[in-house]
């Protein structure tokens, strides 16, 4: 059964910061794995989908690394603002065993920047 | 396109009535999860369709609860009878699930209040 960890569960940093949010997970057979944010009381934002043949995704300030064999994601968010604050999460689809198909998630991290 | 479209927004209800949560997908996406949110547990998959059939539903808490998926465009989630600890936000999402797999999008959710 997949199982996906995030590290740290919450994040206070202060304006301008460059941050790094970890994801792990415990099985690598994944078809793609994906970073949302969720606002307080809000649905999930898609922020960055990673295909498993692929190592790194780009979006703006935000980029996000796949190392499927040893079962790790990173988004990285450069030049932190206060705008950024919201819980993180991320999910991978999976590929194989008991757990195909399904989209799990993380716990998420809350971030906090403050100015 | 409007992305996936869930409603009631909000359901405030009575212990033993039955409650329907209804969630219309991104147009052309063939995978539709249902997913719901609480604190304690964070995110939860309830179950999941592919091509509109049901494929995964081991996340669904009890026989209290049942999913469908008539057509390509429509699902359902109902609760019957509802119970103080079914309350919590339900999500629905949808993806692409050819090759390569797409991103998942979710809806705003519906917040279950069952008092």
């Known amino acids: 059964k997949q199982e996906v960890t995030q590290i740290p569960a919450a994040l206070s940093v202060p304006e301008g910061e460059n941050l790094v949010l970890n994801c792990s997970f415990t099985?690598?057979?994944?078809?793609?794995l994906q970073w949302f944010r969720q606002d307080p009381g809000k649905g999930l934002t898609s922020l960055l989908l990673i295909q498993s043949s692929q190592r790194e995704q780009t979006s703006g300030r935000l980029n996000a690394s796949l190392d499927k064999s040893s079962g790790r994601s990173t988004l990285y968010i450069a030049a932190s603002q206060p705008g950024d604050s919201a819980t993180y999460l991320c999910?991978?689809?999976?590929?194989?065993?008991?757990?195909?198909?399904?989209?799990?998630f993380g716990q998420g991290t809350i971030l906090t920047v403050h100015p | 396109d409007a992305g996936v479209i869930q409603s009631p927004r909000h359901e405030v209800t009575e212990m033993g009535q039955e409650v329907t949560l209804r969630c219309k997908p991104i147009?052309?996406?063939?995978?539709l999860f249902w997913y719901r949110q609480t604190m304690m547990r964070g995110l939860e998959l309830l179950i999941y369709f592919n091509n509109n059939v049901p494929i995964d539903d081991s996340g669904m808490p009890e026989d209290r609860f049942s999913a469908k998926m008539p057509n390509a465009s429509f699902s359902t989630l109902k609760i019957q009878p509802s119970e103080p600890r079914d309350s919590a936000v339900y999500f629905c999402?949808?993806?692409?699930?050819?090759?390569?797999?797409?991103?998942?999008?979710f809806g705003q959710g519906t917040r279950l209040t069952v008092v």
């Open positions: 999910a991978a689809l999976n590929a194989g065993g008991t757990s195909y198909g399904k989209l799990t």
């Open positions: 147009s052309g996406h063939n995978s």
């Open positions: 999402a949808s993806s692409w699930a050819g090759f390569p797999r797409g991103e998942a999008f």
């Open positions: 099985d690598s057979a994944i078809y793609n």
